[in-house]
């Protein structure tokens, strides 16, 4: 019996997702466990794998289409099974037994595609006004100038006659393509500003601090910290981490990580989660990092990072960065954080204030170290600091905790050796 595969929710924030490729075609067999397509979800891409043993009878998602969860991707079932009940309950809307109730059919795999995806351009984007001008989705226009193709030749087959990337794909294979200059595609005579497809991840970003901005009531508490020491005993780590031919350097932002969570651990009350009618105090502590990538932000996880050296920390940080830039993190290392760290002194930033990744109950704020004029028992010397804001969650922390919590952080960043005993 046929089996229909629909889009499955492959994080927990999942709500939608990009078919980034098709690793199997119509009339391929398809074993249980093997890969049949890569997604991109709102964290990264991953891959998915049949759940049945049969032939691929029928794709019903196309390269580049963002559907929600749930949405149809293929029939999977015997050679030369008949499955035209099945393909017309779903362009009813009404679906026969089999659709209605499916079997899962797709689960991730354990580890995300080692690649990067292809940028997907929805062919559900709405197409361009009709006024005239040409409609093209921006990454198919993208495409087109790389490949010097001359648009006018190519037939849409988007919404509307919108040019999507499957489109220009398909031109770029046919032998006798009218090719004109990049410049000609790149700048239309009126100039009309550009649409850009949102990815998964930043579809997910907006909905997520939205919801979060409207419903947790955010405080924010700011104080200065003397860097000084922790900037001499970050050069002494390093003189003997380079000694010792490691390779490791530890930056400031480990040694955030490190104080951060022997401060958690010192006081528990701002490791905490409020949930409805009751507050989740962890045992553990583990920090998320948020780290820039190209659709927007994601947050790698430190797990227990009081028990981990800083030299463990600055190797782990650096690994789970280039691999959530790469989209390969798999859900377990970006999820389970019980509280988070933003870090924007390497732009060079003084102070600013961070929205609360839930469930977490607070996100600190760092901003640039610096050497600035301070007054020294009356007299105005040079001094290194550092200027940080910690938003909490009014609903699970008060403003005493917070100022709590910052006096244990204190403690660890001007005098550093405490990270190390």
């Known amino acids: 019996m046929a089996e229909l595969i629909t889009m499955l929710a492959l994080s927990p924030t999942m709500d939608e997702g990009t078919l980034v490729e098709w690793l199997k075609k119509e009339g391929d067999s398809v074993s249980e466990g093997e890969l049949i397509a890569e997604i991109e979800t709102?964290?990264?891409?991953?891959?998915?794998?049949?759940?049945?043993?049969?032939?691929?009878?029928k794709l019903l998602a196309a390269k580049g289409d963002a559907l929600p969860v749930g949405a149809?991707?293929?029939?999977?079932?015997?050679?030369n099974e008949d499955i035209s009940d099945l393909l017309a309950s779903l362009k009813s809307g009404t679906p026969a037994k089999a659709a209605a109730e499916p079997a899962p059919a797709t689960v991730a795999a354990a580890s995300p595609v080692t690649t990067p995806a292809t940028p997907a351009s929805p062919a559900s984007a709405p197409a361009s006004p009709e006024d005239g001008r040409m409609k093209v989705s921006p990454v198919a226009r993208k495409m087109a100038v790389e490949a010097g193709l001359n648009l006018s030749s190519v037939s849409g087959s988007g919404p509307?006659?919108?040019?999507?990337?499957?489109?220009?794909?398909?031109?770029?294979?046919?032998?006798?393509?009218?090719?004109?200059s990049a410049a000609a595609i790149?700048?239309?005579?009126?100039?009309?500003?550009?649409?850009?497809?949102?990815?998964?991840?930043?579809?997910?970003?907006?909905?997520r601090l939205v919801e979060v901005w409207t419903t947790t009531p955010h405080f924010y508490v700011t104080a200065e910290f003397d860097m000084a020491k922790t900037m001499a005993q970050r050069k002494e780590i390093n003189e003997g981490l380079a000694a010792s031919g490691s390779g490791v350097k530890v930056s400031v932002n480990d040694m955030i990580i490190k104080a951060s969570a022997l401060a958690l651990k010192a006081y528990p009350k701002v490791n905490v989660s409020f949930q409805g009618d009751h507050l989740v105090q962890y045992a553990d502590v583990h920090i998320g990092i948020a780290v820039a990538v190209d659709d927007g932000l994601i947050t790698p996880v430190i797990r227990n990072a009081d028990l981990k050296s800083l030299s463990t920390i600055a190797t782990e940080v650096r690994e789970l960065a280039g691999r959530a830039r790469e989209k390969r993190l798999k859900p377990n290392e970006y999820s389970g954080g019980t509280f988070s760290i933003s870090n924007l002194g390497m732009f060079g930033i003084d102070e600013f204030s961070a929205i609360i990744n839930p469930p977490e109950a607070a996100i600190l704020a760092c901003g640039a170290v610096q050497d600035i004029p301070v007054v020294v028992d009356g007299e105005?010397?040079?001094?290194?600091?550092?200027?940080?804001?910690?938003?909490?969650?009014h609903r699970a922390v008060d403003g005493a905790a917070g100022a709590?919590?910052?006096?244990?952080?204190r403690k660890f960043l001007e005098n550093p050796i405490l990270m190390l005993i």
Do not use: N, Y
């Open 186 to 207: 790149a700048a239309p005579a009126d100039a009309a500003p550009t649409k850009l497809p949102l990815s998964q991840m930043r579809k997910t970003i907006a909905r």
């Open 404 to 409: 709590g919590f910052l006096l244990e952080l």
């Open 72 to 79: 149809p991707l293929a029939v999977i079932g015997q050679k």
């Open 160 to 180: 509307g006659g919108r040019i999507v990337m499957r489109d220009i794909e398909e031109a770029i294979a046919r032998p006798a393509t009218a090719k004109v």
């Open 380 to 393: 105005v010397r040079v001094g290194t600091r550092m200027r940080v804001t910690l938003s909490c969650d």
């Open 42 to 57: 709102d964290k990264a891409t991953m891959e998915m794998e049949s759940f049945h043993d049969g032939v691929l009878l």
